[in-house]
């Protein structure tokens, strides 16, 4: 109901830190304060939801899962939008409601395959919601390469065209790649990136300060799996 006022009662949710049993309030999916209707618009809820008394509480985000109920999303090229249904489902037991499905480092030919078929999904009752894909390499340090294979790494040869031309026609399904700062042309990369509203997450990575710094300055926002596969604090 776009603009409706729904009223989830006989429920519990969490308020200051407690479980407690009271009703909760929405208006285009976002929370929101009673007394408002009640006092300044003089109005009640267009729906009343009885929830039996289970407990309403945000969702988890998992930003960085690489499969999961049997599935890998990075070695299974034909079955791709079943695989993503099967965990997409398979998470809301959980309490994850929205994910980015993650590849690791991979030849081009096969993210040129699978790209494509993994674009964002919304969620609700068949499963939790695709934010879009997290490319977790290729573009990564060799000697940070954890678990990744090395013959797949690759480097910004040609710049902010190696993203199309190593991910495929199709990279704007891509909603994070975690990249290392210290690569050349990582610069132009990064901006570039994150113009096209991708964030941009270090990791596996033997950049210094001053190099993660600089990316942050050029548009990265996140880190993945902190101090694990990349250079101690000295």
């Known amino acids: 109901m776009s603009g409706g006022i729904i009223q989830f009662h006989n429920c519990f949710i969490l308020r200051g830190g407690q479980i407690l049993k009271d009703d909760l309030w929405t208006r285009n999916g976002k929370i929101i304060n009673p007394e408002k209707v009640f006092f300044d618009e003089r109005t009640y809820a267009d729906v009343r ?21 049997g599935v890998d999303f990075s070695h299974d090229d034909e079955n791709v939008e079943e695989g993503l249904k099967t965990v997409a489902k398979g998470m809301l037991a959980h309490g994850t409601t929205s994910f980015c499905p993650t590849l690791v480092t991979s030849p081009p030919e096969f993210y040129h395959k699978v790209i494509g078929r993994m674009g964002r999904t919304p ?29 797949f790494i690759q480097k910004f040869i040609n710049g902010f065209k190696a993203i199309e031309e190593v991910y495929g026609p199709h990279w704007r399904n891509i909603t994070m790649i975690t990249l290392a700062p210290e690569l050349e042309q990582s610069s132009e990369v990064v ?44």
Request: proline share 5%; with cysteine; charged share 15%.
């Open 191 to 234: 901006e570039n990136l994150t113009k096209n509203g991708v964030t941009v997450s270090l990791g596996h990575s033997t950049g210094s300060l001053v190099q993660g710094e600089q990316a942050v300055r050029e548009g990265a926002s996140f880190i993945t799996h902190l101090f694990n596969a990349m250079l101690p604090v000295s």
């Open 49 to 69: 939801i009885n929830c039996q008394g289970v407990l309403i509480a945000p969702g988890f985000i998992d930003v960085q899962i690489n499969g999961g109920f």
């Open 123 to 151: 969620g609700g009752p068949q499963g939790a919601e695709n934010l879009g894909v997290h490319v977790e390499g290729p573009f990564i340090s060799p000697q940070k390469k954890g678990a990744h294979e090395v013959k």
